[in-house]
């Protein structure tokens, strides 16, 4: 028993103290402090972290951005002094290796010569018959590389140059040569010996080559002559046939031919400042549609049209530049309209020099000026004086990086040119604008082409208001479902049924996206569009049905209803759904045969509705299934944690539930709620594979629930793979990130805004 005894303190033996002594208290506080400042120290250097890597991101981003709005720079270099005169030049050009100038000559010359030094390289003679002189000359656009001397007997001499490229010894050696596509020997374009006193020419290759050439005589006629060109695959002979037409006569004298690629529409500038346009697409029945005073009562003194030959470049005597192209009307004709004009120059304009590969042009004037502009973004990059005297000649090579101007003294000086995303502006992204072709200006993206001719269009529009129109209809479709599925579960349901209802609903967040959109794409759309009356049937008519049963189940006998336990009514709904839903697949093809005439897609498309297979309401459904784990369970969290003292204070005052849930539960719980309602949005608005899969990916302005679009972050899944580094399509799509990631950082800083001034409005309940 004594072993068994508690150890009582006598004066020889003190009680032990089990409390930490003072010097262990001072220890154990020093310790604490330095956890607690550590502590403090790594949540700030996170906190950090996250501001410094969301910096980076919006750093690096706009570092990329940043070319684009930078506008074109010129960098004079050597001058030198041809071996031709400039009374003689008639075209001066640089070819695609920036390394040889090429001059067309009053005398039916091309002369080659060093683009740095000016030193003649090679000189060619263009063949003319005897005491035949040259009387006009013409170049076409840049891509056709046809030139064509008018003649004094009437003919026309058409001529390319074109370049033999070898490596003897490694290094890269061009061998200049002219062609004659249609033949060494001149073309007969005036049988009655006229000198040709304006020329144009131009051709079209489809299957059989064919050309054509117009031109003004002496004598005051208007001629075409259609030139078709056949090669012979056993003899490698070149047959040539050609006609001649006579066009109605011109009201004006005219002062410049341009004719268009494809041989359909020739344009005729007169000496008063007027365009006249002619549709020659049936040369026997050639007419004159319309004159327009393209120069509003001034001279025009340089025209050219842009590659492609759509566009018509015009500059005045007074520095005025206007583009201006063909547009089709209500009657389905065309006319000449113009569509937009650019920074003035202030001096007579000289020459208009078209890129090769894009929609710009550069454009030299007598006061010394150089400008470069570009037609689809209506910019005009650089305008700045680089010469005492007037200029008279410019040219740009093919991957302008370099140009070639002459002033009227005949000195040529080589400039480096950086103008690398002149088709991008802040205007031309955010606002319609009137591409070749089209009717009136528009909101499109479309990035690239089969052809060399072709105008991008990089309109952002398209892509936001895709994000939005996806985001809209997965929200419209996962926000009830999400909220409502929320409230239930934390405040109606049995804590037994909660726990496999929640944790299912959160697995679902687990499941990968581009599952979702492979079965969205593959089997979802065509089974929506096979069944579209049962799918209406189940959005519209499934929540009546559960209502109805609801007020059936609430109007039966006690004794029945109390044999479900409270909590667990959900699960009487699961039958209720597969049946209604069965009943709805069966009747579909009745319903569609006797309302909608055995198809309803039919019927949507002849009262003027598009039907995509792939369109927002499959992105809706798709993207809702995805989006509902997040609303729901930030939502049920929100809702299962108000303060029971609330909720019991409520009923202990005689309110019912639903008045609960609606007076007290719901604005306790409206911060977590909305945040849950944001976080949503944002994983809908950053989705990509099953916006990807799921839609037809087509950049359409509209918010149509029945046709498809195309996402920010679907189109730089689908185009960053195949741009080119640091081109304007490269360039553009970083800025749709920026932009993708701007947006969603505005709506998560106010929707954290909102949710402080919920949280502060609500925290006295």
Same mark, same amino acid.
């Given at each position: 028993?004594?072993?068994?005894a508690?150890?009582?303190p006598?004066?020889d033996?003190?009680?032990v103290s089990?409390?930490p002594?003072a010097e262990?208290r001072q220890l154990?506080?020093q310790?604490r402090?330095?956890?607690?400042?550590?502590?403090?120290w790594?949540?700030?250097a996170?906190?950090?972290g996250?501001?410094?890597?969301?910096?980076t991101?919006?750093i690096?981003?706009?570092?990329e951005v940043a070319?684009?709005?930078r506008?074109?720079?010129?960098?004079?270099?050597?001058?030198?002094?041809?071996?031709?005169s400039e009374?003689?030049?008639?075209?001066?050009?640089l070819?695609?290796y920036q390394?040889?100038?090429?001059?067309y000559?009053?005398d039916a010359e091309?002369?080659f010569?060093?683009s740095?030094?000016?030193?003649?390289?090679?000189?060619f003679?263009?063949?003319l018959?005897?005491?035949?002189?040259?009387t006009?000359?013409?170049?076409?656009e840049?891509?056709?590389n046809?030139?064509?001397?008018?003649?004094s007997?009437?003919?026309?001499?058409?001529?390319?140059?074109?370049?033999d490229?070898?490596?003897p010894?490694?290094e890269?050696v061009?061998?200049?040569?002219?062609?004659y596509?249609?033949?060494?020997?001149?073309l007969?374009?005036d049988t009655?010996?006229q000198?040709?006193?304006?020329v144009?020419?131009?051709t079209n290759t489809?299957?059989v080559t064919a050309?054509?050439?117009?031109?003004y005589t002496r004598d =005051?006629?208007?001629l075409l002559t259609?030139?078709?060109?056949r090669?012979n695959?056993?003899?490698?002979q070149?047959?040539?046939?050609s006609?001649?037409?006579?066009?109605?006569?011109?009201p004006?004298?005219?002062q410049?031919?341009?004719?268009?690629?494809?041989?359909?529409?020739?344009?005729?500038?007169?000496? %008063?400042?007027?365009?006249h346009y002619?549709?020659?697409? %049936?040369?026997?029945?050639a007419?004159?549609v319309?004159?327009?005073?393209?120069?509003?009562?001034?001279?025009?003194?340089?025209?050219?049209?842009?590659v =492609?030959?759509?566009s018509l470049i015009?500059?005045?005597?007074s520095?005025e530049?206007?583009?201006?192209f063909?547009v089709?009307?209500?009657q389905n004709n065309?006319?000449?309209e113009?569509?937009?004009r650019f920074?003035s120059?202030g001096?007579?304009?000289?020459a208009?020099a078209?890129?090769?590969?894009?929609?710009g042009f550069?454009?030299?004037?007598?006061?010394g000026q150089?400008g470069i502009?570009y037609g689809t973004?209506?910019r005009?990059?650089l305008?700045?004086?680089?010469?005492?005297?007037?200029?008279t000649?410019?040219a740009?090579s093919q991957?302008?990086?370099r140009?070639?101007?002459?002033d009227?003294?005949?000195?040529?000086?080589?400039?480096?040119?950086?103008?690398?995303?002149p088709q991008?502006s802040?205007?031309?992204?955010w606002?319609?604008v009137?591409?070749? =072709?089209r009717e009136?200006?528009?909101?499109?993206?479309?990035? /690239?082409?089969g052809?060399d001719?072709?105008?991008?269009?990089f309109s952002l529009?398209p892509l936001?208001?895709g994000?939005?129109?996806?985001?809209f209809?997965?929200m419209?479709?996962?926000m009830?479902l999400?909220i409502a =599925?929320a409230i239930?579960?934390a405040?109606?349901m %049995?804590?037994?049924?909660?726990g496999?209802?929640k944790?299912?609903i959160?697995?679902?967040?687990?499941?990968?996206?581009?599952?979702?959109?492979?079965l969205a794409?593959l089997w979802l759309a065509?089974f929506?569009?096979s069944?579209?009356?049962?799918v209406?049937?189940i959005l519209?008519l499934?929540?009546?049905m559960?209502?109805v049963f609801?007020?059936a189940?609430s109007?039966l006998p006690?004794?029945?209803?109390s044999?479900?336990p409270?909590?667990w009514e959900a699960?009487l709904?699961v039958p209720?759904i597969l049946i209604f839903?069965?009943?709805c697949?069966?009747?579909?093809?009745?319903?569609?045969?006797w309302?909608?005439?055995g198809?309803m897609?039919q019927?949507?498309?002849?009262?003027g509705?598009n039907y995509d297979q792939?369109?927002a309401l499959?992105?809706?459904i798709?993207?809702g299934?995805a989006?509902?784990p997040t609303?729901f369970?930030?939502a049920?969290?929100?809702?299962?944690?108000?303060?029971?003292?609330?909720?019991?204070g /409520?009923?202990a005052l005689g309110?019912t539930?639903w008045?609960t849930?609606?007076g007290?539960?719901l604005?306790t719980?409206?911060?977590?709620?909305?945040?849950?309602v944001?976080?949503?949005?944002g994983?809908a608005?950053g989705e990509?594979m099953?916006v990807?899969?799921?839609?037809?990916?087509?950049?359409?302005?509209?918010f149509?629930?029945?046709e498809?679009m195309?996402?920010?972050?679907?189109?730089?899944?689908v185009e960053?793979p195949e741009?080119?580094?640091?081109?304007?399509?490269f360039?553009?799509l970083f800025l749709?990130?920026?932009v993708?990631?701007?947006?969603t950082?505005?709506?998560?800083?106010?929707?954290?805004?909102i949710?402080?001034r919920?949280r502060?409005?609500?925290?006295?309940?």
């Amino acid at each position: 028993m004594s072993d068994l005894a508690p150890d009582i303190p006598t004066p020889d033996k003190p009680r032990v103290s089990l409390l930490p002594g003072a010097e262990q208290r001072q220890l154990m506080r020093q310790r604490r402090a330095r956890r607690d400042k550590l502590s403090k120290w790594g949540i700030t250097a996170a906190g950090y972290g996250v501001v410094l890597a969301l910096a980076t991101i919006f750093i690096y981003l706009f570092y990329e951005v940043a070319p684009i709005f930078r506008g074109a720079t010129v960098d004079a270099g050597a001058s030198y002094q041809p071996a031709v005169s400039e009374a003689e030049t008639r075209q001066l050009l640089l070819e695609r290796y920036q390394t040889m100038g090429v001059q067309y000559t009053d005398d039916a010359e091309v002369v080659f010569f060093d683009s740095d030094t000016g030193a003649t390289l090679q000189r060619f003679a263009v063949p003319l018959p005897d005491g035949a002189q040259a009387t006009s000359f013409y170049a076409a656009e840049p891509i056709s590389n046809m030139h064509v001397y008018g003649l004094s007997n009437g003919q026309a001499q058409v001529v390319q140059h074109q370049f033999d490229i070898s490596f003897p010894v490694d290094e890269r050696v061009l061998t200049p040569r002219l062609a004659y596509p249609l033949g060494q020997q001149p073309l007969t374009v005036d049988t009655e010996g006229q000198p040709l006193d304006l020329v144009a020419v131009e051709t079209n290759t489809r299957g059989v080559t064919a050309s054509a050439l117009a031109a003004y005589t002496r004598d =005051g006629r208007m001629l075409l002559t259609s030139v078709s060109s056949r090669n012979n695959l056993l003899t490698g002979q070149v047959q040539i046939s050609s006609v001649t037409y006579e066009l109605p006569d011109l009201p004006a004298t005219p002062q410049q031919l341009l004719l268009d690629k494809s041989l359909r529409n020739l344009f005729v500038i007169d000496t %008063t400042g007027s365009v006249h346009y002619y549709d020659i697409s %049936t040369p026997t029945a050639a007419r004159l549609v319309q004159t327009v005073d393209a120069g509003n009562g001034e001279r025009i003194t340089a025209a050219a049209f842009l590659v =492609g030959t759509v566009s018509l470049i015009l500059g005045t005597e007074s520095g005025e530049l206007s583009q201006w192209f063909l547009v089709r009307n209500e009657q389905n004709n065309f006319r000449l309209e113009e569509i937009r004009r650019f920074d003035s120059h202030g001096a007579e304009i000289t020459a208009i020099a078209p890129e090769h590969t894009r929609k710009g042009f550069i454009a030299v004037d007598r006061a010394g000026q150089i400008g470069i502009h570009y037609g689809t973004s209506s910019r005009t990059l650089l305008l700045d004086e680089f010469s005492d005297v007037p200029l008279t000649h410019v040219a740009v090579s093919q991957i302008n990086q370099r140009v070639l101007y002459m002033d009227e003294q005949g000195t040529v000086t080589e400039a480096e040119l950086w103008n690398e995303h002149p088709q991008l502006s802040w205007a031309a992204m955010w606002n319609r604008v009137w591409y070749e =072709g089209r009717e009136d200006p528009e909101f499109i993206w479309q990035s /690239s082409s089969g052809s060399d001719e072709f105008e991008s269009k990089f309109s952002l529009v398209p892509l936001s208001l895709g994000t939005l129109k996806a985001a809209f209809y997965a929200m419209l479709f996962a926000m009830p479902l999400g909220i409502a =599925g929320a409230i239930y579960t934390a405040y109606f349901m %049995t804590p037994k049924l909660r726990g496999v209802v929640k944790p299912s609903i959160e697995i679902m967040e687990a499941l990968p996206t581009v599952i979702l959109g492979f079965l969205a794409g593959l089997w979802l759309a065509p089974f929506v569009e096979s069944n579209l009356p049962a799918v209406f049937s189940i959005l519209f008519l499934m929540p009546v049905m559960l209502l109805v049963f609801a007020y059936a189940w609430s109007r039966l006998p006690v004794n029945i209803r109390s044999r479900v336990p409270e909590g667990w009514e959900a699960a009487l709904l699961v039958p209720v759904i597969l049946i209604f839903g069965y009943l709805c697949l069966a009747a579909s093809p009745w319903v569609e045969v006797w309302m909608f005439g055995g198809s309803m897609r039919q019927w949507f498309t002849n009262i003027g509705i598009n039907y995509d297979q792939r369109n927002a309401l499959i992105v809706g459904i798709a993207m809702g299934f995805a989006v509902i784990p997040t609303i729901f369970s930030i939502a049920e969290d929100a809702v299962f944690t108000v303060p029971k003292h609330l909720t019991q204070g /409520s009923l202990a005052l005689g309110a019912t539930r639903w008045q609960t849930v609606v007076g007290v539960v719901l604005p306790t719980a409206s911060p977590g709620i909305f945040s849950a309602v944001m976080m949503g949005f944002g994983r809908a608005v950053g989705e990509t594979m099953i916006v990807l899969m799921a839609t037809g990916n087509s950049p359409v302005v509209n918010f149509n629930i029945f046709e498809g679009m195309r996402t920010l972050s679907a189109n730089i899944a689908v185009e960053l793979p195949e741009t080119a580094v640091g081109s304007s399509h490269f360039r553009v799509l970083f800025l749709a990130a920026l932009v993708l990631l701007a947006l969603t950082f505005v709506v998560n800083t106010l929707a954290e805004i909102i949710r402080q001034r919920l949280r502060h409005r609500y925290s006295n309940l």
